[in-house]
């Protein structure tokens, strides 16, 4: 009997969305089609519906918006389409259950179409409204994080209705650490980073190699051992040689300097719901990284570097998960054979 999918949307703001999905279903025996923008042939590609400013920060700018939801912008032929194309693929697929990763409002339609949500829940302080209708209505929920970086905060229903998986997307490398490499991380999902704050950082280590990843701006006039490597489609490589790796608290790169038991200096971003500052204050506590709340200044990257050399690597051993993505997959493939009893029963 053909099983019926699992419907799994992915937003676009970031790239960790959209590799934890990757991950879950290439590790998945069930069939998982993926539904977001910019999906192209690997799943269904749904309209845009970011502003028309092209800026996405989550405000619609709306003056009567429902309480449970976000982002609901009126007038806008890319939500109109979207939510079209979503109802249209549930209609026709009628989906075993739909993974939400992360969207109250794709959520609520899910549910108001007749189908269960496993709801993808980031850090952060999340006790607003729409996030806790769409837990919910939730028939369980998903946390990408280990549970010892679980906000103090949660409400306990929350927490029993959660289940993590950390290390979806970590793959550890196997090169052997550069000893006297700084890794500089940086992703899609925050503001790139200041080739002249690099290159100020840099020259007061010069006994370090400082290596970025990601985009970055080129400063004026570098240092010798300050390198900019670019982009790069195995992060987890650079990481597993770096002496030290520097980086923001997106669930992708912590998971991955935990995987691969690296000194961190963890250097927050800003992000809605105080995602990113909740999960860097669990690893400072922890003893995992050593973390500024913002861009170190120059004359402190000495200190900073020689307190992340000095911290235990059990902490960031202890955080890491084995097989992430194969241990949620199994448990999202129970889910929807759960789901789709009923139908194995009438075949029979």
């Not at 053909?2 to 279903?25: D, E």
């Not at 998945?28 to 996405?56: A, H, K, N, Q």
């Not at 080129?218 to 300050?226: F, I, Q, R, T, Y």
Request: hydrophobic share 45%.
């Amino acid at each position: 009997m053909k099983r019926r999918p699992i419907g799994y949307y992915v937003h676009h703001h970031g790239a960790g969305h959209r590799a934890r999905a990757a991950a879950i279903a290439a590790a998945c025996d069930w069939p998982i089609v993926l539904l977001g923008t910019g999906m192209g042939e690997r799943g269904i590609d749904l309209p845009d519906d970011r502003p028309r400013s092209g800026r996405f920060d989550g405000d619609d700018a709306a003056h009567c918006r429902p309480a449970a939801l976000h982002y609901a912008p009126l007038d806008h032929s890319g939500v109109r389409l979207r939510v079209a194309r979503i109802a249209e693929w549930i209609a026709q697929e009628r989906p075993a259950l739909m993974v939400i990763d992360v969207s109250v409002e794709v959520a609520m339609l899910a549910r108001l179409a007749s189908v269960p949500t496993i709801y993808v829940r980031l850090n952060g302080l999340r006790d607003d409204l729409p996030h806790l209708d769409a837990f919910r209505g939730a028939a369980a929920l998903l946390a990408p994080y280990h549970p010892a970086t679980e906000p103090p905060g949660t409400p306990s229903w929350v927490r029993e209705k959660t289940c993590h998986f950390p290390g979806i997307t970590d793959t550890a490398g196997t090169e052997i650490a550069m000893d006297r490499r700084i890794l500089v991380v940086f992703g899609h999902g925050g503001a790139p980073g200041d080739g002249a704050l690099l290159a100020d950082a840099a020259s007061a280590c010069p006994e370090w190699e400082w290596r970025v990843i990601g985009p970055a701006s080129l400063p004026a006039d570098g240092p010798a051992n300050l390198v900019f490597a670019g982009w790069t489609n195995e992060p987890e490589r650079e990481i597993a040689r770096a002496g030290v790796v520097v980086g923001a608290a997106g669930d992708g790169l912590v998971g991955a300097v935990m995987a691969a038991d690296r000194p961190f200096v963890c250097v927050p971003d800003d992000r809605p719901f105080g995602e990113q500052r909740a999960t860097a204050g669990c690893l400072a506590r922890l003893g995992a990284a050593v973390v500024s709340p913002t861009w170190p200044s120059a004359e402190s990257w000495p200190a900073l570097i020689d307190e992340a050399l000095s911290q235990d690597g059990s902490a960031r051993r202890a955080l890491h998960g084995m097989h992430g993505a194969r241990k949620a997959a199994a448990w999202l493939a129970d889910h929807a054979a759960a789901m789709t009893l009923g139908d194995e029963e009438q075949a029979a």
